[in-house]
């Protein structure tokens, strides 16, 4: 049994919490990378135990990710799908829709069978929603949630930790009537709520009577979402790969090569990327070429889950 520990510390504020949390990200992949010094079947370990990050929830000036995971002799193989290559599906999601019009528009634009995750705030969502629609698009409301990041705007329309049950579902109900057609949800920030258990079987009940399904976009590791979803028997999914946690060329480039690379190996993979300029011309250049590749582009509701 060997015990890995590693610690990313930060003397600096960070406002942006998905920066943050990118940051903790590695720290598991630091701890990953340690503990495969010792043992080479670590990474099946960690793909099926992963590592517990903690960030302070007082405010203040740094953070640090503690990761500890102990790792044990006797491991079950991964199991492989053998059929995964013939058969591959992949779903493109784009979070954040609305805010950023230009490429907001350039997203809309995209070839037929991406699955747009809409803002409930955006000024045009009606509109983004309609157009997205009629180009073949799958919608789904990107619902903001609390993070664990006290100083972030959410376009006065969230889902707290501090609401009652009762409070959560009339937020939930406002955020479900900014636009039409949508199949499911997915999260905004969220690395706080998703964490509640309480709030996560209230707002899956509420999924689950409306037919919509939860993708958790998986902004923290700790999240409880899969669980309750299993629990409550709502049809969900969890995001494999982020597309532009660096915005560039390069980091995009290399998260479609490993969105491709899942897919071949498991048959399918959930990526998630934004309406910026690096992404959506990767994209643009990138999705005409899965058919050939052996690759089927799927809207997110064919990847869910029934349990
Ligand atoms: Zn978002």
């Known amino acids: 049994m060997i015990v890995v520990s590693t610690y990313l510390f930060d003397p600096?504020?960070?406002?942006d919490d998905i920066k943050r949390e990118y940051y903790a990200e590695q720290a598991v992949l630091k701890a990953q990378q340690e503990a495969q010094k010792f043992d080479p079947v670590a990474e099946d370990y960690f793909t099926k135990n992963p590592p517990k990050m903690v960030y302070p929830d007082n405010g203040e000036m740094y953070f640090e990710a503690p990761v500890e995971a102990v790792i044990e002799?006797?491991?079950d193989p991964v199991i492989k799908d053998p059929l995964a290559k013939r058969s591959a599906k992949i779903a493109i999601v784009i979070d954040d829709v609305g805010m950023n019009r230009k490429w907001s528009k350039a997203s809309i634009d995209l070839p037929a069978g991406?699955?747009?995750?809409l803002l409930p705030y955006a000024d045009k969502v009606r509109e983004d929603a309609k157009a997205a629609r009629e180009r073949g698009h799958e919608l789904i409301i990107h619902t903001p949630m609390e993070a664990m990041n006290p100083d972030l705007d959410y376009g006065g329309m969230s889902l707290m930790t501090s609401m009652s049950l009762k409070e959560l579902s009339q937020a939930?109900?406002?955020?479900?009537?900014t636009f039409d057609g949508y199949k499911g949800v997915n999260n905004h920030m969220g690395s706080k709520l998703t964490q509640d258990e309480d709030a996560m079987r209230q707002l899956m009940s509420i999924l689950k009577t409306r037919q919509l399904y939860f993708l958790d976009s998986k902004t923290i590791h700790t999240s409880v979402a899969p669980q309750v979803a299993e629990d409550v028997g709502l049809p969900y999914a969890v995001r494999d790969v982020f597309?532009?946690?660096e915005d560039t060329p390069e980091y995009v480039a290399h998260a479609l090569s490993e969105v491709e690379r899942i897919a071949a190996e498991y048959g399918q993979a959930i990526a998630i990327g934004h309406p910026k300029e690096n992404t959506i011309e990767a994209l643009q250049k990138w999705l005409p070429t899965l058919k050939d590749k052996g690759f089927e582009l799927v809207p997110m509701s064919e990847l869910v889950v029934t349990p």
């Not at 600096?12 to 406002?15: A, G, I, P």
């Open 114 to 117: 991406v699955t747009l995750a």
């Open 73 to 75: 002799p006797t491991l």
């Open 12 to 15: 600096f504020s960070y406002h």
């Open 243 to 245: 597309l532009d946690h």
């Open 172 to 177: 939930f109900d406002k955020i479900t009537q």
